[in-house]
C-alpha cells in the first residue's frame, strides 16, 4: 500500500493565492461589464527584448540543422551563458566567481526547493514575516517546518517580523538559525537592506554558523547606489550564502524559464559527526538525478541580456515598473493611504486603515473600484493589516488604476 | 549549523556515467588520431523537425509583441497542448482522459523525482534489475533506499532480476510492495513486455494496492502491434499507475525539455489512519510549491507533433534509430554476441562472452575500435555481464561502427 507523504499533507488544501483567483473570478462574473485591472499580478507584461527575440530565432535555427543542433543542456549550463553571468553581475561589482560556482537553472521557485532537499529535515529555519509562501511551503513538505499552529505560523520556523515599525528591517534572531531565507528586494513589501544592514546578517551568519539563501529575484529593480545586487558584495558571505537569480522579473523571461544559482566553493554544510562538505559538488550530483537546466533556447536567450542592446532593454523594462509603481505610490498616498516599497521593486505594500483587514481591504478595493491587490496575509501572519499592489500592468491599465483610486472613498 | 541531507551522502559521489565520461576522455587524449564513436550516447543526434522549427519560430514571434506575450504558462499545461496529447496518444487506444489528469511537465526525469516527494519516505520500492539509475537514486536521497551494500544493491529496495534466463521479464514479487517502477520500453535492456505480461502487473498492483510509475519515455520506438504504448491500455491501470511520458526521445525534444504526467483521479495514495487521498490535486498543490512546466515554445513545439506533418517526422526520426539499432545488431551478432533488444527501443543489450566484466568489455572495445558502450553494471547489479549499445549515432557513424565491429576480434 503506497503511503502519502504526511508531511505533504499539513499543507492547507488550498493554495492561498487560488483562493484569490477564485474569488477575483466571482467579481468577474457578477460584474461583467467591469474592466478588472490586476495589480496582484505577479507576472510581466512587456514582450521579451528584440535582441532576445533575435537571439531566439537563431538558436531555433541551429536547432533545426544536425551539425548545429543541441540536446541536453550541459548539467550546469552552456559556458557562453556562465562566463557572461561572472563578467558581467559579479566581477564589476569586484566579486571573484569561477564557472563552477555559478549553475544555469529554470527558476528560482525551484531552485529554492531543490536546495531544501540537500539539507537534513531536522534544520532550524527562520524566514522574514511576511514572506512569499514558498519558502516555508517547500520546508513544510519535507518535514522541516513542523506543523501549522493557529496563529498562522509553523511551529518550527523563526519568524522575523517586518513592519512599519522597524522600517522592515527584521531583527537578527537572538538564537542560531540553522538557515535563513531572506529575499531582498523583498517580496512582499517591496522593500530593501543596505550594505550595513545585509553585513549584519552576514556577521550573524559567520558567528552562528548559518547558511543564508538569498533570494535577488528582484535585483534589477535596485536604483539606489547603496543597496547591494548581490549579496557577494558583503565580505564573509560567500562561507555562509547561496544566492538564487533569475532573468525573469528584470528581462521578463517567466515565459522562457531561466535563471541560475551561485554556491560559492567554500560553502559547506555539517554532517551529524562534525564533518564540513562542501555543498557544490552535491548540488552538482543533484542535478544529475533531480532536475534539469534551462534549455539551450532560454540560455542563448539569457546570454543576449549581456550585450549593450539586452541591458538597455532590461533597464527600460525595469524603469517602466518602477514608473508604474511610483504612479500608485503617488495615487495610494494622495488617498490618505501609507506606502511602503516601490523605489527599489515592482511592489507596493500598503497598510491598510485603522483596523481593517487586509482580506476586507482586498474585497472593499475589488468590489469599488475593480482592481485587484493581495491581501498581505497571504503573506504570512505578519502580512495581516497590508496589501501588495505590483506594478506588472500596462501603463494604460496603470493610469486607469490611478484614475480609480483617485475617486476611491476607502471606508 | 546548517546540516546535509544525510541520505544523500549515501549516494556515492561519482556518477557512474561521469565515470564512464572520464575513461573516454583518458582514451581520447592518448589516442587523438582515432574518430571515437559513442554508441554509448543517451542522446538524440538529428535536428528538430520542419514543422517545430516553424513552430518555434511563431511562438518566438508571438512573445515579442505585447498583445501575444505569454509570461508563467499554467501550472498544468496550456489546454491547446493538454487537448493534442488526449486526442492523439490516448483517445484512439480507447483510454478517456479529462484534462484535469494530464500535467505538462519539463522532463520526465523531474516528475519522477516529484513524484517520489508526493510519497512517505518508508514506502518500500521495488524496481528490476538492471535499472536506469535514476529511479533509486530519487529514492535514496529521501532515505527510502536504505543503504547501499557491498552487493551493489540497496537495502529496502526489491531488485527484480531481467535477464536472459528469463527473457528479461522480470518475475512478480511475491510479497507486498508499495511502489513499483516500470519501464517500457526498457532502458537499459530495449526489451518490452506485451499486453498480456503487462496486465500480470496491473492484477498485482490492484491486488497488492501497489502504485505502479510508468515510464513510457521510449513509447515512440514500439513497432510490434501487442505492445502497450501506454499502461492505461491494461484494464484497471488507471485505479494503480502513474504514466510518464516525454518529446524527447522521440521528436528529438532532448533539448527543447517537454513531456507530460498522467495522474488519473481514481488514483489514490494512503494515510497512516487508513484515509484515501487522491494524488491528482496532491500534484497540482506540489506544482506550486516545486516546480515549473515546459515553457510557452516548447509546448507549442509539441503541439506541432501532432499534425500529419509532425507524427511523420516522429515515425521518421526513430525508424532512423531503430534502422541503426538494426544494423548494428546485426554486425555484433555476426560476431558471435548475443543481442538483446532494439526491436522496438532505441537500445541494443549485448552479452559479454563467457564471463568478462562489463567493465573490461566496455575497455577492450574502446582501445581495441574506438566504440564506445556502457557497462551494464552501471545500471545495478543484474547489469554486469551485459553491455549497452544506443543507435542515437548518425548512419555514417553508425556504418563506420558497423565496419569496425565486423573487423573487431573479439577476445
Same sequence: chains 1, 2.
Avoid at 488544501?13 to 496582484?40: E, Q
Avoid at 540543422?65 to 557572461?84: C, I, K, M, N, W
Wanted: aromatic residues 12%; charged residues 25%.
Amino acid at each position: 500500500m503506497a503511503l502519502i507523504n504526511e508531511h505533504f499533507l499539513k499543507l492547507p488544501d488550498n493554495y492561498f493565492f487560488t483562493d484569490i483567483a477564485k474569488k477575483v473570478n466571482s467579481f468577474r462574473v457578477t460584474h461583467p461589464k467591469t474592466r478588472v485591472i490586476d495589480l496582484g499580478k505577479e507576472d510581466v507584461t512587456l514582450p521579451l527584448p528584440d535582441v532576445t527575440v533575435k537571439a531566439l530565432h537563431r538558436a531555433v535555427d541551429e536547432m533545426a540543422q544536425q551539425e548545429t543542433f543541441r540536446g541536453y543542456s550541459p548539467h550546469h549550463g552552456y559556458d557562453f551563458l556562465v562566463d557572461a553571468i561572472i563578467k558581467n553581475d559579479f566581477a564589476p561589482k569586484g566579486i571573484q566567481l569561477t564557472p563552477g560556482e555559478v549553475f544555469v537553472t529554470n527558476s528560482a521557485k525551484e531552485s529554492i526547493s531543490n536546495m531544501s532537499d540537500l539539507l537534513r529535515h531536522d534544520n532550524s529555519i527562520g524566514v522574514t514575516d511576511p514572506i512569499y509562501p514558498l519558502y516555508i511551503d517547500a520546508n513544510v513538505s519535507v518535514g522541516r517546518a513542523g506543523t501549522l499552529q493557529d496563529d498562522g505560523k509553523w511551529s518550527n520556523v523563526v519568524y522575523m517580523p517586518c513592519s512599519y515599525e522597524n522600517h522592515f528591517i527584521p531583527q537578527l534572531p537572538e538564537q542560531p538559525i540553522d538557515i535563513i531565507y531572506l529575499c531582498y528586494p523583498d517580496n512582499p513589501t517591496g522593500t530593501v537592506q543596505r550594505k550595513a544592514e545585509l553585513r549584519k546578517w552576514v556577521n550573524y551568519a559567520i558567528e552562528h554558523d548559518t547558511l543564508l539563501l538569498f533570494d535577488a529575484t528582484y535585483e534589477a529593480y535596485i536604483r539606489e547606489k547603496d543597496v547591494p545586487h548581490s549579496i557577494y558584495e558583503i565580505k564573509g558571505a560567500k562561507k555562509v550564502a547561496v544566492e538564487f537569480r533569475t532573468f525573469s522579473m528584470g528581462a521578463g523571461f517567466t515565459g522562457l524559464q531561466c535563471g541560475y544559482v551561485v554556491i560559492p566553493k567554500e560553502l559547506t554544510a555539517a554532517t551529524l559527526d562534525g564533518r564540513r562538505i562542501a555543498l557544490t559538488p552535491k548540488w552538482e550530483r543533484l542535478s544529475h538525478i533531480r532536475f534539469g537546466t534551462a534549455i539551450y533556447l532560454a540560455q542563448r536567450a539569457a546570454e543576449s541580456l549581456y550585450t549593450p542592446e539586452g541591458k538597455k532593454a532590461v533597464k527600460e523594462r525595469t524603469d517602466y515598473y518602477l514608473a508604474n509603481a511610483a504612479l500608485l505610490k503617488e495615487a495610494l498616498s494622495g488617498n490618505r493611504l501609507t506606502v511602503y516599497g516601490g523605489d527599489n521593486a515592482p511592489f507596493l505594500w500598503v497598510k491598510t486603515p485603522g483596523t481593517l483587514s487586509s482580506m476586507k481591504f482586498f474585497e472593499h478595493l475589488l468590489y469599488e473600484t475593480g482592481i485587484i491587490c493581495t491581501p498581505g496575509v497571504g503573506f504570512g501572519p505578519g502580512g495581516e493589516g497590508y496589501v501588495q499592489f505590483t506594478a506588472f500592468c500596462s501603463r494604460k491599465e496603470c493610469e486607469e488604476a490611478v484614475h480609480r483610486i483617485r475617486h476611491w472613498r476607502i471606508l
